[in-house]
């Protein structure tokens, strides 16, 4: 199980959201690299960065902030939030970060992250509000069923599938196993539970699947209801 400490960015500051919602950015640092920083002295293996302002403006936003923090930082860094064409995976590679993550494009172009697939470490951003894929920052809703959209990129040669359960995430409200169960089986890829992490209980519970790789720490460590370092240290990191 890999533990991936979230740093979600809006207008060049360490934020988190309640239910995906803009409005409800509670600022947690003035310099996320400085955040990241003591995520990899922590034992942490992967960051997982959300350009917030990208995800809506669909093209990256906060590229100052990603550059300091790759300048300042070994740790691997994945990176979402409106990367939409081969020109921003590109930059976003030659920046240094590691693995992008493509959300709202799976949905109206699944070609497309295949194609992006066979040449760049790609992740999947499956988002989804009562079970239907949600898009654009989720400020839209699709018809798409989440579990058929996974099904979708079975061996299509993507890296992971990070799929959050939106009406749970920054909620504190415990990590829907079901549902990422239901992602991790459609689509066969190694898959990162998202949203409602609020403590060990919910790693242990996705440990014990034996299905789910990874999980998406963020609320949770800013308000202090789970321990990361001893997290990392449970898990045998450094």
């Known amino acids: 199980m890999t533990l991936y400490p979230a740093i979600d960015l809006k207008d060049g500051k360490a934020v988190r959201l309640t239910k995906g919602l803009m409005e409800s950015a509670k600022i947690y640092s003035d310099e996320p690299w400085e955040l990241v920083k ?3 002295e922590m034992g942490a293996e992967w960051v997982h960065l ?3 302002n990208g995800a809506f403006a669909g093209e990256p936003k906060n590229l100052e902030q990603i550059v300091k923090i790759r300048q300042n930082c070994s740790v691997k860094l994945e990176l979402g939030g ?7 995976i590109k930059k976003m590679f030659e920046i240094g970060i590691d693995r992008v993550i493509l959300g709202s494009i799976a949905v109206k172009n699944p070609q497309f992250i295949k194609d992006m697939a066979s040449k760049y470490r790609v992740a999947v951003g499956i988002d989804a509000i009562d079970g239907f ?3 654009e920052g989720w400020g839209e ?10 099904r979708e990129f079975a061996n ?10 939106v009406g749970k995430d920054g909620t504190l409200s415990g990590v829907n196993v079901e549902f990422t ?16 992490v609020k403590d060990e209980n919910d790693i242990e519970a996705l440990i014990m699947t034996g299905e789910v790789d990874g999980v998406i720490i963020g609320k949770a460590y800013y308000e202090g209801t789970i321990d990361l370092p001893k997290m990392f240290k449970l898990l045998g990191k450094p």
Not at 82 to 88: L, M, N, S
Not at 141 to 149: F, I, Q
Not at 156 to 165: E, F, K, P, R, S
């Open 38 to 40: 003591k995520f990899e």
């Open 50 to 52: 959300v350009d917030l």
């Open 82 to 88: 409106g990367i939409r064409d081969e020109a921003t």
């Open 133 to 135: 894929v949600a898009v």
């Open 141 to 150: 809703v699709s018809s798409m069923r989440a579990t058929d959209l996974a």
């Open 156 to 165: 299509a040669g993507v890296d992971a599938i990070i799929c959050t359960d």
């Open 181 to 196: 169960l239901d992602i991790a089986r459609a689509s066969g890829v190694s898959t990162i539970a998202s949203g409602g």
